[in-house]
Nanobody
Framework: QVQLVESGGGLVQAGGSLRLSCAAS????????MGWFRQAPGKEREFVAA????????RYSDSVRGRSTISRDNAKNTVDLQMNSLKPEDTAVYYC?????????????WGQGTQVTVSS
């Protein structure tokens, strides 16, 4: 069992940056691939970024590649998403998730989400 709690969301102007953090509980965190997903109003939840269990491999959606960096600290049981050059279309609830593998969008556990709002 893995419990996930996101933080770091908020209101930011277009062009700004935010760093989202996900704190995980459970002894198996360091063996799990992790990901970030987001859901904008009226849209389906979509994949944003993923990282392998040891942090050695990452994957990004086309919409955030080059603007975002996913990282993890297995000693602290955290996974972060640094987002730069934010755009209004990045506005969404962002969810941390434990996933089957960093190449998969199959989610084993979800966090409760954190709101990111980007103003134009």
């Amino acid at each position: 069992q893995v419990q996930l709690v996101e933080s770091g969301g908020g209101l930011v102007q277009a062009g700004g940056s935010l760093r989202l953090s996900c704190a995980a509980s459970g002894r198996t965190f360091s063996s799990k691939a992790m990901g970030w997903f987001r859901q904008a109003p009226g849209k389906e939840r979509e994949f944003v970024a993923a990282i392998s269990w040891n942090g050695g491999s990452t994957r990004y959606s086309d919409s955030v590649r080059g603007r975002s960096t996913i990282s993890r600290d297995n000693a602290k049981n955290t996974v972060d998403l640094q987002m730069n050059s934010l755009k209004p279309e990045d506005t969404a609830v962002y969810y941390c998730a434990a996933i089957f593998s960093y190449l998969s969008n199959t989610v084993n556990y979800w966090g409760q989400g954190t709101q990111v709002t980007v103003s134009s």
